[in-house]
Structure formats: structure tokens, C-alpha cells
């Protein structure tokens, strides 16, 4: 595998359904994104993990539960979900660097999302 | 207003056309401009990137910034079918991104 990967890459799920998204990078990166996709929408950042620290929460709500158990990993757990949370959502890792330089993010393919 | 305007169109132009495709944004810090473009089914791939103002070409690619009318374009020379997708605009002042909605375009041949 190489670059970003994420598994499933289309869930549908009820409202009352748990389910967990899996990103796994490749790259060597020590800083992970969760970001939210809906059609004719910015990207929205819902998460930031830096070096397995989690350094940015957007107001996201508790349904939405992330998890970073190393470097490489990412998962996004769901639960009690609304129709309105259907999206694609976008894991992404860069190489962080201090000092508020710019790095470039590289993306996964997505998970499409559907909540009944 | 929005900090990053982006027109979602849906664009289609024949192949062979100039495309232009444009972004405003209304924070003066940002310093780092960005074109991903995403096609269907995947996540986005950074195309150009381009720091403060000025021109950046690659191949049949050119994007410009101009940052005192904060206005970000690209270019596409010479359109081909294969240049069908979603072009996002992304612009940062050095530690955060901020998003267009992206404009989808399609190729006729």
C-alpha cells in the first residue's frame, strides 16, 4: 500500500449504528487530518493529530470520536449519526513542521458515508 | 462573508478550450495558495502551489495570485478530457487551511 488509505469506502448506517472509519498513511507523516466533505462545501477540518496529540477540535459534535493510536493510524468512531452527517469524509496526513510553514497535505481516498 | 469564495459552477467547456478558474478570500494573512484537483472517487492531489503573489507555470497549468485584490486564479491551456474533475482552492496563512467549495469542470471532446 502507498500513500493515504482509508477503509470502508462507502458505510451506510442508521442512525443508531456505531461504526468506526480507519486511515492508515504510508508516508512516513507525523501529523493526521479528519476533514468533512459535502457537495457544493468547503472541506471542513474536524481534526488535527500532531505526533499522536490531538492540537485541534472545530467545534465538532460528540458524535463524532477520534482516535489516534500511532503515527500512522487514524480512526473516526460514529455514533447516533444524523441524515444530515451523510458525506464524504477525507482523512489526510503531512510532515508538521514548527514554525507555521506551510506542508503539503496529502489525501486519501475517502469514506462515503450514508445515514439512514 | 466567507473567508474563501469559490463558484461551484458545474463548468464544461469543449476540449482544446482556456479554462479559468478563480478563487477570493478575504483573510489578508494568507501567504500559501493552493490548487488540489479531485477526481471522482478520490480525495484531492495537489496540482499547483504558490507562495505570496506572482505567476507559477507547469505544462499547460499557470496559477497567479494576486494578493492586494485577493484573488487567486488557474489556468488550463489546451483542456483535454482527462482534466474533467473538481478544482479546489486552498489557502493558508502557514499552519491552517482554509478550503473553496471547488468548481467542477468538464471536458468535452
Known amino acids: 500500500e502507498t500513500g493515504v488509505t482509508q477503509t470502508p469506502r462507502h458505510l451506510v448506517m442508521g442512525m443508531t449504528n456505531k461504526k468506526s472509519l480507519k486511515c492508515e498513511q504510508h508516508?512516513?507523516?507525523?501529523?493526521m487530518y479528519w476533514y468533512k466533505q459535502s457537495a457544493k462545501k468547503p472541506l471542513e477540518l474536524m481534526f488535527v493529530?500532531?505526533?499522536?496529540?490531538?492540537?485541534e477540535n472545530n467545534s465538532v459534535p460528540s458524535r463524532f470520536s477520534p482516535e489516534c493510536p500511532n503515527s500512522s493510524h487514524l480512526f473516526l468512531h460514529l455514533h447516533t449519526l444524523q441524515p444530515e452527517d451523510s458525506a464524504l469524509y477525507l482523512c489526510?496526513?503531512?510532515?508538521?513542521?514548527?514554525?507555521?510553514?506551510?506542508?503539503?497535505?496529502?489525501f486519501g481516498p475517502g469514506t462515503r458515508l450514508t445515514v439512514l | 462573508q466567507k473567508e474563501v469564495e469559490q463558484d461551484p459552477g458545474p463548468l464544461s467547456v469543449p476540449e482544446g478550450a482556456i479554462v479559468s478558474l478563480n478563487c477570493t478570500y478575504s483573510?489578508?494573512?494568507?501567504?500559501?495558495f493552493m490548487w488540489y484537483r479531485q477526481y471522482s472517487r478520490k480525495g484531492p492531489e495537489l496540482l499547483m502551489y504558490?507562495?505570496?503573489?506572482g505567476n507559477k507555470e507547469d505544462g499547460r497549468f499557470t496559477a497567479q495570485v494576486d494578493k492586494s485584490s485577493k484573488y487567486i486564479s488557474l489556468f488550463i491551456r489546451d483542456s483535454q478530457p482527462s482534466d474533467s474533475a473538481t478544482y479546489l482552492c486552498?489557502?493558508?496563512?502557514?499552519?491552517?487551511?482554509?478550503f473553496g467549495a471547488g468548481t467542477r469542470l468538464t471536458v468535452k471532446p
Open positions: 486552498a489557502m493558508s496563512p502557514g499552519d491552517d487551511m482554509r
Open positions: 508516508l512516513g507523516h507525523n501529523a
Open positions: 489526510a496526513s503531512s510532515q508538521d513542521v514548527p514554525g507555521g510553514q506551510y506542508n503539503e497535505q496529502f
Open positions: 504558490t507562495y505570496s503573489s
Open positions: 493529530y500532531s505526533l499522536e496529540e490531538r492540537v
Open positions: 483573510n489578508s494573512a494568507f501567504q500559501y
